[in-house]
């Protein structure tokens, strides 16, 4: 069964950056699309950012030009580099794939005013 294991959250002030990384424990992760997630206390889990197998990626409006993804498909990651972090991206960050896969524990992200 294919594992992600989220890491890289923590406590940073506004403005700061931090970068997480989502290790997929599958073989075939080259030719999946990956994406980022993200849930905020009492919100729904919502998708802001995804890159696809040749590394075509998109964003959500609220995180464009701050956020990037990538992925390193000899290593099985995907990170998402975070910068200018505003309190509002607070949340517990989530990585998965296409096609879905269970769940990680996800890295809580939480940012200072």
């Known amino acids: 069964q294919v594992q992600l294991v989220e890491s890289g959250g923590g406590l940073v002030q506004a403005g700061g950056s931090l970068k997480l990384s989502c290790e997929v424990s599958?073989?075939?992760?080259?030719?999946?699309?990956a994406t980022w997630y993200r849930q905020a206390p009492g919100k729904e889990r919502e998708l802001i950012a995804g890159?696809?197998?040749?590394?075509?990626?998109k964003y959500i409006d609220s995180v464009r030009g701050r956020f990037t993804i990538s992925r390193d498909n000899a290593k099985n990651t995907v990170s998402l580099q975070m910068n200018s972090l505003k309190p509002e991206d607070t949340s517990v960050y989530f990585c998965?794939?296409?096609?879905?896969?269970?769940w990680g524990q996800g890295t809580q992200v939480i940012v200072s005013s």
């Open positions: 998965n794939t296409l096609p879905f896969t269970p």
């Open positions: 599958e073989s075939l992760f080259n030719i999946r699309a």
């Open positions: 890159i696809t197998s040749d590394g075509t990626t």
